[in-house]
């Protein structure tokens, strides 16, 4: 052990990059990927079995695949959100668009543009299965999705949940998302939801998370924006984490976090420090109605009616298990 130690000081010396991971004992194999553009080579090695041994592993991050799963749902400012989203996305390489229709079928429109951009896509549909109407069934799909095709994916990809109507710059994936190792947080402007402050942020010291700076329910143990967190693919796959009915009474994303079983100390951040740059913007395009006027046969969507199960599981947030699990036997959900 000693000597591999030192081996790995000799290395750093002369500015090799690398992380040292523990694994447990038993036949393993381990796999280097070599990418170029879209493409992902693998080589495969098997490691001999040695009671708690260390594996050192070229740093993984430089490229790592970033899935992205984006609910999506009819309405007139859709196709211009969704426009503007797979026109940033269309800058990375190695990513995978998981896009979500809420509705009985997937649409021709969303299609036809998913397959303008080339991006690598997978396009499925679901209704709310008697969720909120907040996109947790159509998030819960695309994970159940990931579970049954783990083996499609990078070894060490990370979970991005990209909603079609946020502002996203460039480096929010290449120099955060992509270097995620376990959960990675970040700052999101909020300029579209003023009640719950301009910002929601980690609070930083001494490069360790130790609470949140957010004016909008601070006592949250994981106090983060949806566009505010990166999770790795097996952290998700192995807990087994939902957007559930058990989630009523908190937020989605600090539901969703602690399924993970993962504390504070765990948390990567980045950005906080100076300029302290926001990278993701969580914005909304303004709702309008059109109503008796024609498209003059241009595509174009209205919006759908809400149901009144969505109006029923609106402040999900705000309501205890015992009565949302009421609703939900009273819509035979």
Not at 2 to 10: C, G, H, S
Not at 298 to 313: A, G, H, T
Request: glycine share 6%.
């Amino acid at each position: 052990m000693d000597k591999l130690v030192a081996l790995i000081l000799v290395l750093a010396s002369f500015g090799f990059c690398m992380q040292v991971i523990q694994v447990s004992s038993g036949p393993e194999l381990t796999t280097w990927k070599t990418r170029s553009d879209r493409h992902v080579e693998t080589t495969t090695a098997k490691i001999p079995t040695t009671p708690d041994r260390y594996i050192v592993t070229p740093k993984w991050s430089s490229n790592q695949q970033i899935i992205l799963i984006t609910p999506t749902r009819q309405r007139p400012e859709r196709m211009a959100d969704l426009t503007m989203l797979s026109q940033t996305l269309t800058h990375l390489q190695n990513i995978h668009w998981i896009v979500v229709e809420d509705g009985d079928a997937t649409v021709p429109m969303v299609e036809q543009l998913l397959q303008r951009t080339n991006i690598p896509h997978t396009y499925l549909q679901s209704t709310n299965n008697g969720l909120p109407c907040r996109g947790w069934a159509h998030r819960n799909l695309a994970l159940q999705y990931l579970r049954e095709n783990r083996a499609n994916f990078a070894k060490y990809a990370v979970i991005y949940f990209a909603d079609d109507d946020n502002g996203y710059d460039l480096r929010l994936f290449d120099n955060y998302v992509r270097q995620v190792w376990r959960v990675g947080i970040w700052a999101v402007g909020l300029p579209g939801f003023g009640l719950h402050g301009p910002v929601e942020a980690p609070k930083v010291e001494n490069s360790r998370v130790v609470g949140w700076l957010t004016a909008w329910r601070p006592e949250r143990k994981f106090a983060t924006d949806m566009a505010g967190f990166a999770v790795n693919l097996d952290l998700v796959l192995k807990s087994g984490a939902t957007f559930n009915l058990h989630c009523a009474g908190t937020m989605p994303e600090d539901c969703f976090l602690s399924q993970l079983n993962i504390t504070m100390e765990q948390l990567e951040p980045f950005g906080y420090n100076e300029p302290k740059e926001i990278l993701v913007w969580h914005r909304k395009t303004a709702d309008s109605q059109f109503v008796d006027h024609s498209s003059f046969g241009y595509n174009f969507e209205q919006r759908l009616p809400k149901s009144k199960k969505c109006d029923q599981f609106y402040n999900i947030h705000d309501m205890d298990y015992e009565t949302v699990e009421k609703i939900a036997k009273s819509e035979n959900l």
